[in-house]
């Protein structure tokens, strides 16, 4: 039978990665202006995230545009928006089936084994959106990467990691270690045991009265 504990931990972990995700996904720090090399302008730092671009002036002040047009955007974007997006749409639906097969609701609690199938296949889809998580900050980080390493690349058009890409990889592994341990508990193949039959009593026993 799974236990209560070890699952709300791996529930509980879960959630947490969901909630860096959602943030992740909304953050504009995907990727910073870069102060390496001979670039030694600080007036302005850069930012660019999946949905706007802001520029942080050093009096304090932020600016921030919206991308106007969709079908305008980079694939790297667009591909990164789905993912995320997917793995938040995702992350959600596990948390609802995750909740009515835990141990400490009482949904289907006249089934237990049931329950521990539901609570499997909640821990399977969070894996799934941890996952996609996963891919798209670090296909998005590859390419910052890419771009930072290459040598055509003027230098004040480098970028470096922003704090969005930590979020998004740190909440990924959160939903990924959540959604094992919530697979690793459940109860693998039922609570009742075949019967032991003593020898004296199997047909063809010697000591068979």
């Known amino acids: 039978m799974a236990n209560a504990g070890v699952q709300l931990l791996g529930f509980t972990l879960a959630f947490l990665g969901f909630i860096g995700t959602i943030a992740s ?37 932020i600016q921030c545009k919206v991308y106007d047009s969709l079908l305008q955007l980079p694939g790297l ?27 400490c609701t009482t949904c289907m609690a006249e089934q ?27 296909w998005y980080g590859h390419r910052i990467a ?7 690349t003027p230098t004040n058009a480098r970028y470096e990691f922003g704090s969005a890409l930590y979020v998004g990889w740190g ?7 959540g959604g094992g341990l919530l697979c690793c508990n459940c109860s693998s193949g039922g609570s009742q045991k075949a019967p032991r039959y003593p020898m004296n ?4 026993g010697r000591d068979q009265v």
């Open 77 to 103: 974007v667009q591909g990164t928006r789905g993912l995320m997006c997917a793995s938040v749409l995702l992350n959600f639906i596990s948390m609802l089936v995750a909740t009515v097969g835990m141990r």
């Open 201 to 204: 009593s199997m047909p063809g």
């Open 25 to 61: 996904t909304v953050m504009v720090e995907w990727k910073a202006s870069s102060y390496a090399g001979d670039n030694i302008i600080t007036a302005q730092a850069m930012y660019e995230g999946l949905w706007k671009t802001c520029a942080s002036q050093s009096t304090g002040q």
């Open 112 to 138: 237990p084994l049931q329950k521990d199938k539901v609570a499997l296949a909640g821990g399977i889809i969070f894996i799934l959106g941890g996952l996609l998580a996963l891919v798209g900050t670090s």
């Open 146 to 152: 890419q771009d930072f390493y290459n040598p055509f």
């Open 171 to 177: 909440a990924a592994c959160l939903v990924l270690i």
